[in-house]
């Protein structure tokens, strides 16, 4: 490429990778190009060059996507909150249901990616119940998508109203520098920021799981999110989280066949799992966006329960982590990405997996 940084070049999109970014090739070097639509032509300015790859800001789209929109919020394109208010929210649902199945491909080496249709959410805008805000002098909001430098946000167009007039009580009042929660109410560990796709995501999992499972292991468990929700159906409940407090709230709320486990997954998994018999029983895996430690998946390995339904919100250490599963012992039945963040570059996704052994005579989802 010979356009060093700062010259303008033309370019075709044909993708858009995982974090939001077009992929645009020029003379032979992949481009990245932020707030674009694979299909589309652009002019773009080169900010970085690398040996394998460039990146550039939008100049102009040349020829537009069909499925190119105007912008709901007025901070689109500096904020770097939101990476897809440009695009038509059928087509991101597709997009990243796209990126999904290329990094299980791609970085878990998955010849075949058993692949369901997104779910969407029900409010494409006005549906986060928190969002983290930043305060410096007179300035409060976000970063900017390409620098650490902040912009200052009066009302934030994906979060709900509750959220929004925190927001605006925070700019009036006399607060120092520093980081903001903003919660519709007040909690004390992490809840999904989406509630209507919160609870798509708990009546999908509910539906993966196989008739005479009769043990849930809920690893990662919060205050209990799954392991309160589907303990109607199981006879025993176990969950493991190191966050005491979210412990003693789920403690406080469980049913008579729930317990929790305090402490850390990758050393209390182990002995919960010996603990129980491994056919009849169903683990989810829900831990942040870093994956499983090796650990954890080991002691996994080892014990052997009957299906595992991993929720993630990276695709590339679900990835990484399902490659390990699946070398010899478990078989994925479906991957399906949930929409917990519209506009945004996120994706949540739940891949359910069964003993390979058992493939045969458990039948399709």
Same mark, same amino acid.
């Given at each position: 490429?010979?356009?060093?940084?700062?010259?303008?070049?033309?370019?075709?999109?044909?993708?858009?990778?995982?974090?939001? &970014?077009? +992929?645009?090739?020029?003379?032979?070097?992949?481009?990245?190009? %932020?707030?674009?639509?694979?299909?589309? @032509?652009?002019?773009?300015?080169?900010?970085?060059? &690398?040996? &394998?790859?460039?990146?550039?800001?939008?100049?102009?789209?040349?020829?537009?996507?069909?499925? *190119?929109? =105007?912008?709901?919020?007025?901070?689109?394109?500096?904020?770097?909150?939101?990476?897809?208010?440009?695009?038509?929210?059928?087509? !991101?649902?597709?997009?990243?249901?796209?990126?999904?199945?290329?990094?299980?491909?791609?970085? $878990?080496?998955?010849?075949?990616? %058993?692949?369901?249709?997104?779910?969407?959410?029900?409010?494409?805008? $006005?549906?986060?119940?928190?969002?983290?805000?930043?305060? !410096?002098?007179?300035? +409060?909001?976000? /970063?900017?998508?390409? *620098?650490?430098?902040?912009?200052?946000?009066?009302?934030? %167009?994906?979060?709900?109203?509750?959220?929004?007039?925190?927001?605006?009580?925070?700019?009036? @009042?006399?607060?120092?520098?520093?980081?903001?929660?903003?919660?519709?109410?007040?909690?004390?560990?992490?809840? !999904?920021?989406?509630?209507?796709?919160?609870?798509?995501?708990?009546?999908?999992?509910?539906?993966?799981?196989?008739?005479?499972?009769?043990?849930?292991?809920?690893?990662?468990?919060?205050? $209990?999110? /799954?392991?309160?929700?589907?303990?109607?159906?199981?006879?025993?409940?176990?969950?493991?989280?190191?966050?005491?407090?979210?412990?003693?709230?789920?403690?406080?709320?469980?049913?008579?066949?729930?317990?929790?486990?305090? #402490?850390?997954?990758?050393?209390?998994?182990? =002995?919960?799992?010996?603990?129980? %018999?491994?056919?009849?029983?169903?683990?989810?895996?829900?831990?942040?966006?870093?994956?499983?430690?090796?650990?954890?998946?080991?002691?996994?390995?080892?014990? #052997?329960?009957?299906?595992?339904?991993?929720?993630?919100?990276?695709?590339?250490?679900?990835?990484?982590?399902?490659?390990?599963?699946?070398?010899?012992?478990?078989?994925?039945?479906?991957?399906?990405?949930?929409?917990?963040?519209?506009?945004?570059?996120?994706?949540?996704?739940?891949?359910?997996?069964?003993?390979?052994?058992?493939?045969?005579?458990?039948?399709?989802?």
């Amino acid at each position: 490429m010979s356009n060093p940084p700062g010259e303008s070049i033309q370019l075709p999109i044909h993708d858009v990778a995982f974090g939001g &970014k077009g +992929v645009g090739r020029y003379e032979g070097l992949a481009v990245f190009v %932020p707030f674009v639509i694979a299909g589309e @032509s652009v002019t773009a300015r080169v900010t970085r060059r &690398k040996k &394998k790859f460039a990146e550039a800001e939008l100049i102009s789209v040349d020829e537009a996507s069909p499925d *190119r929109v =105007e912008a709901r919020c007025r901070y689109f394109g500096g904020c770097g909150g939101c990476a897809y208010q440009h695009i038509r929210y059928g087509r !991101q649902l597709e997009m990243k249901g796209a990126q999904v199945e290329q990094s299980l491909r791609r970085l $878990g080496h998955f010849a075949e990616v %058993p692949m369901r249709a997104a779910i969407g959410s029900p409010n494409e805008y $006005g549906y986060r119940n928190r969002i983290r805000v930043h305060a !410096q002098g007179q300035t +409060v909001g976000f /970063f900017r998508h390409d *620098r650490h430098e902040l912009i200052d946000i009066e009302q934030c %167009p994906i979060a709900t109203g509750a959220v929004n007039r925190q927001l605006a009580a925070l700019r009036r @009042s006399g607060r120092e520098d520093g980081d903001y929660i903003l919660s519709g109410e007040r909690r004390e560990y992490f809840v !999904q920021t989406n509630d209507a796709v919160a609870s798509a995501l708990l009546d999908h999992v509910r539906g993966l799981v196989a008739p005479g499972s009769k043990t849930l292991i809920d690893a990662y468990s919060g205050a $209990g999110f /799954f392991a309160r929700e589907l303990a109607p159906g199981f006879e025993r409940v176990i969950g493991i989280e190191e966050n005491e407090r979210a412990v003693e709230y789920a403690r406080r709320l469980a049913a008579p066949n729930e317990s929790y486990v305090a #402490g850390d997954v990758a050393i209390r998994l182990g =002995e919960v799992l010996a603990s129980v %018999p491994a056919g009849e029983t169903c683990l989810i895996l829900d831990p942040p966006a870093a994956g499983a430690e090796g650990r954890v998946l080991e002691l996994i390995l080892g014990a #052997g329960p009957a299906e595992i339904i991993y929720v993630s919100c990276d695709p590339a250490t679900l990835a990484r982590d399902l490659e390990i599963l699946c070398r010899a012992t478990y078989k994925p039945r479906s991957v399906t990405p949930l929409d917990m963040f519209p506009q945004t570059a996120e994706i949540e996704v739940v891949a359910h997996l069964r003993l390979s052994e058992t493939e045969a005579l458990d039948g399709p989802d």
